[in-house]
């Protein structure tokens, strides 16, 4: 499988909006601040479950999530894990003003797509809004479960395929280089954790319309996301005027009441680490991966 996605680009993106990021992102923390009541879930009584151990905050951005999950659970290891170093200084950064001796989550500077952590370490791992930038979801989704243990809790958001299509289709009549990224749907979404070999994934949705004033905005927005055209099919030029204002005066066409939409699609789900010896499907074919200790071997006497 080819990634249309420059995952160096990526990281230069974010790593220049780390300084700005928190002043343009109230939708991402949003989106966050509802993926985060899920967890109420693991402290009800009733369940009789232990605090988690190693939580994980997985594409961390300024680190908000991971320094509340601290404070849920404060003797808990938390690592807060991003792509981009910069981002991981704001962590440090939110993190400052705790009190002497308490802990704090971890920064680390790691790849989605290869998590430098131990088979089965981690009870929750949380990512909200990064999966977007990964091409190959089953691949992902069978390294989340190498180190999900046995019945811990995977939370994850991302963006789904309506997300800024009156972008992508005014930059359509303008220009025929990409400009949006593809965003897997929630039933492909659904469909590799299946794979993956999940139990119980609960998948749902929300639609966010955000309104801006020109398409000028919504780009200058967009830039301080770190959310840039990362396809590897990018046009490397500058948008040129001309572009841009056939862009504009497209995207024209959807202005309602003053303000030039811009839908945001968001897909939530959350889903268990299965038991082991659990099989991963891989191309139609159930993989079952079982660690040579456990294997009986039968000596000859």
């Known amino acids: 499988m080819t990634d249309p996605f420059d995952h160096r680009q990526i990281r230069r993106a974010f790593s220049r909006a780390a300084h700005g990021y928190d002043g343009a992102a109230a939708l991402q923390r949003e989106v966050g601040a509802r993926l985060m009541e899920q967890l109420d879930y693991l402290d009800d009584p009733a369940l009789g479950r232990a605090p988690p151990q190693r939580v994980v905050d997985l594409g961390c951005g300024p680190g908000h999530a991971a320094a509340a999950m601290q404070r849920r659970w404060p003797k808990a290891q938390v690592l807060a894990l991003d792509l981009a170093l910069p981002m991981l200084r704001q962590t440090r950064r939110h993190a400052g003003g705790w009190r002497p001796f308490a802990r704090r989550p ?22 909200n809004l990064c999966l977007q930038w990964v091409e190959d979801l089953p691949a992902v989704f069978a390294g989340f479960r190498r180190v999900l243990k046995p019945d811990g809790l995977l939370l994850v958001s991302t963006f789904g395929p309506d997300t800024l299509h009156e972008l992508r289709e005014a930059f359509a009549q303008a220009d025929d280089a990409p400009h949006v990224s593809p965003f897997a749907s929630i039933a492909q979404f659904g469909d590799a954790l299946i794979a993956a070999g999940f139990k119980n994934p609960v998948l749902d949705r929300d639609e966010f319309v955000l309104g801006h004033p020109d398409l000028a905005h919504l780009m200058r927005e967009l830039r301080a996301l770190g959310a840039t055209n990362a396809l590897r099919e990018r046009r490397r030029s500058l948008t040129g005027r001309a572009r841009f204002a056939r862009a504009a005066q497209a995207y024209e066409a959807f202005r309602r009441d003053g303000r030039l939409p811009a839908t945001w699609e968001v897909i939530y789900a959350q889903a268990w680490g299965p038991p082991p010896g659990t099989p991963i499907r891989s191309g139609g074919v159930d993989e079952v991966r079982v660690p040579a200790d456990r294997i009986p071997v039968r000596r000859r006497g």
């Open 106 to 127: 971890a920064p680390v500077c790691a790849d989605a797509r290869a998590l430098p952590l131990r088979d089965a370490s981690v009870d929750v791992l949380f990512s």
